[in-house]
């Protein structure tokens, strides 16, 4: 992969509308409005860094909307969200920007940010795939809850394969900015085990992430690399963690014979 200065200036369509949300615009927004109406508000200011699940919304919209509701106070200000996530149909090494200008989604558009891309030009871990982002709910899924919260906004999407934890904090470092900017780590927790099992270890990896440890394999995180990263520059930087939800499909969908863990954590600077 080469990281390209003139993308294709195309939008890359939904993937996983109708699927794993809404692809009716009105029957997607109600869905969003009524998990964002459920979550718990937090008083102060907004998280400069957030964690979310990424499965089907009937799954994970719920603890998903606890980590947006946080974002209220920030509505007009974050004009940009880096959005990190891991691949999971299309093996890349490093980390992939897509070949578009922006993402389609039932609710609109959203560009690129065009400007943040080239100021990651130089670094060798980022290339540019289209093919890794094509069919990757991860990042795609993130977007609506984004537009409900967010008045204007651009992305930086990355999807991250073969990747160190060191080189995802270079790409956070040189994208970090100020209040303008949101980081958003897309990942869930353990996969496919018995209900009481998934809930011991997930509560042993939220327990992690909270003290900023990024020693995280990927059985306790599908996004355990771009969660490293993001610790360890936390931790550099002074931020602190704060665990807004954790639950299982087994709570949110009802089957507990197999479940995949989902946590929503926010990050504060001081």
């Not at 890794?132 to 992305?155: D, G, K």
């Not at 018995?194 to 996004?223: F, S």
Request: charged share 20%.
């Amino acid at each position: 992969m080469t990281l390209s200065a003139t993308p294709a200036r195309h939008p890359r369509p939904p993937a996983v509308a109708g699927m794993f949300y809404p692809g009716d615009p009105a029957a997607l927004a109600r869905e969003v409005e009524d998990a964002l109406a459920g979550a718990r508000r937090l008083a102060g200011a907004a998280p400069k860094a957030l964690i979310v699940p990424h499965a089907g919304y009937v799954y994970s919209g719920p603890i998903a909307a606890s980590a947006y509701a946080a974002l209220a106070p920030a509505r007009d200000s974050i004009r940009r969200v880096v959005l990190l996530g891991p691949c999971h149909r299309v093996a890349v090494r490093g980390l992939a920007l897509p070949s578009a200008d922006a993402f389609d989604t039932p609710l609109g558009r959203v560009p690129i940010d065009l400007e943040a891309v080239a100021a990651l030009a130089g670094l060798p871990q980022v290339g540019v795939s289209g093919a890794a982002h094509a069919q990757e709910h991860s990042l795609e899924v993130q977007l609506p809850f984004l537009q409900r919260m967010l008045r204007e906004f651009a992305i930086v999407p990355l999807a991250v394969g073969d990747a160190s934890a060191d080189e995802v904090a270079d790409v956070l470092d040189r994208l970090w900015g100020g209040p303008e900017t949101l980081i958003l780590i897309s990942s869930d927790l353990s996969h496919y085990h018995r209900y009481d099992d998934a809930a011991r270890i997930d509560r042993a990896t939220a327990a992690a992430i909270v003290a900023l440890d990024p020693a995280l394999d990927h059985e306790q995180a599908c996004g355990a690399t771009p969660i490293a990263g993001l610790l360890s520059v936390a931790r550099r930087r002074g931020l602190t963690a704060e665990l807004l939800d954790l639950r299982n499909s087994g709570d949110t969908a009802g089957d507990r014979s197999r479940v995949v863990g989902y946590a929503a954590f926010a990050f504060f600077e001081h």
